[in-house]
């Protein structure tokens, strides 16, 4: 290290390779919350997530839907309320994620911003988020785009998830849908089940290190600089 003055020696580890390859895996079913972007009676993204689970189930995970109806704006009522206690213990629940918007204006709407944003970084010290496998998708009312889905993978870093890299941009959505409100046989169709087979395979790889894979020497050397000040003042 005395090629390195600047580092911090007891915050500065060896990359772990039984950490990375941990010979315990996990045997459960991979848990995925699945989150859309709008309140429609019939609503495309929620049609699509809803496909998504079924395929997601059919890869033999474990899958969740959260309805953001009755959500308020963030910060328009106390962390408290039902909905937004029924969005973080979902977001603690799983392992993985699908982000599902339509594309208004675009970007995303409204109503998939404010759930994400209704998910804090931090739940007293754990990072909610942090780790977790994320699919994006994104349903269009006319020719495909992929604003909502960029959009998506910003917030998905900042939420320090691991974004998978297949995604999903359904164009015309209101054609894709039958009379049942089941998705048509299609291209958008075999995306779709792309993105869902990535994401569960991310998942049982990632899920049993994920701890590990986004822990990180400044947040080490940052607690360790303020244990010292606790230390110091007493």
């Not at 941009?169 to 075999?190: G, I, Q």
Request: glycine residues 4%; hydrophobic residues 35%.
């Amino acid at each position: 290290m005395t090629d390195l003055p600047n580092i911090a020696p007891d915050c500065f580890k060896p990359i772990d390779a039984q950490s990375l390859f941990p010979t315990t895996q996990s045997t459960h079913k991979p848990k995925i919350l699945l989150l859309y972007g709008s309140l429609r009676e019939r609503s495309f993204s929620r049609l699509a997530s809803e496909e998504a689970a079924r395929i997601l189930e059919a890869f033999g995970a474990e899958t969740k839907t959260f309805n953001p109806s009755g959500l308020p704006l963030p910060d328009d009522a106390d962390a408290e309320h039902p909905k937004v206690q029924e969005l973080r213990e979902l977001v603690q629940w799983c392992e993985g994620m699908v982000w599902c918007s339509p594309e208004r204006h675009g970007s995303m709407t409204g109503i998939m911003k404010a759930q994400i944003d209704w998910i804090p970084l931090s739940i007293g010290a754990v990072r909610p988020t942090q780790g977790k496998t994320l699919a994006v998708m994104q349903v269009c009312g006319g020719s495909q785009s992929f604003n909502a889905v960029n959009q998506l993978r910003v917030l998905g870093r900042w939420m320090r998830m691991l974004t998978i890299p297949n995604q999903s941009s359904v164009a015309k959505a209101w054609l894709e849908f039958d009379e049942n409100n089941r998705m048509k046989p299609s291209s958008y169709y075999d995306r779709i089940v792309d993105v869902m087979e990535e994401l569960v395979k991310f998942t049982l790889l990632t899920r049993d290190q994920a701890s590990y894979l986004v822990d990180r020497y400044s947040e080490r050397k940052e607690s360790a600089d303020e244990l010292l000040k606790r230390i110091s003042k007493k």
